[in-house]
């Protein structure tokens, strides 16, 4: 929470419901130490090259990552295109491994179907999919995509 700057207002101007929360790992490509690992240790990261992704997902989102990674002593690359599915195709190119959000594996079949996902344990970050709304008059379309949402999310485990 404390990564977004909207979480500072979120309580008097928004109403807003966590749906998903994924935890960040990293999509290691054939060849790469971390290939064929389930997991690795934060420490691990000391000195590993890993592409991260930009602003394309949302400034919080990408600054916050790249700063954990840093602090974790990973050593982040920084590409011309910095969306998730680019760098799938980035670590495939390069043999860099490429930081995973968590929510493009749908796209990794197509795009990247050799790259390994490796969880990362420890600390960690992990990224939330939030349905935001400013509260006004309710209009029934809307509210009724609301409630859906809402109880799906509920729903899960």
Same mark, same amino acid.
């Given at each position: ?16 419901? @966590? ?14 130490? /971390? /290939? ?11 000195? @590993?090259?890993?592409?991260?992704? *930009?602003?394309?997902?949302? *400034?919080?989102?990408? %600054? ?21 599915? %680019? ?11 490429? @930081? ?10 197509? @795009? ?32 009724? /995509? ?12």
């Amino acid at each position: 929470d404390e990564l977004s700057p909207i979480n500072a207002v979120r309580g008097a101007e928004f109403e807003a419901r @966590v749906l998903a929360t994924r935890r960040v790992g990293l999509l290691a490509p054939p060849g790469h130490p /971390f /290939f064929g690992r389930a997991r690795v240790a934060e420490a691990e990261l000391k000195g @590993v090259r890993v592409a991260v992704v *930009g602003r394309v997902h949302g *400034g919080p989102l990408a %600054s916050g990552v790249g700063r954990w990674l840093a602090e974790v002593g990973a050593e982040t690359v920084r590409a011309g295109e910095s969306d998730a599915i %680019s760098l799938m195709r980035l670590a495939l190119r390069t043999g860099v491994a490429a @930081v995973d959000i968590g929510w493009f594996e749908m796209a990794r079949p197509a @795009v990247g179907p050799s790259l390994a996902t490796v969880a990362i344990e420890g600390r960690g970050v992990s990224t939330d999919l939030v349905m935001i709304r400013r509260p006004r008059a309710p209009r029934p379309l809307a509210e009724r /995509f609301w409630s859906f949402a809402t109880a799906r999310a509920e729903a899960r485990p």
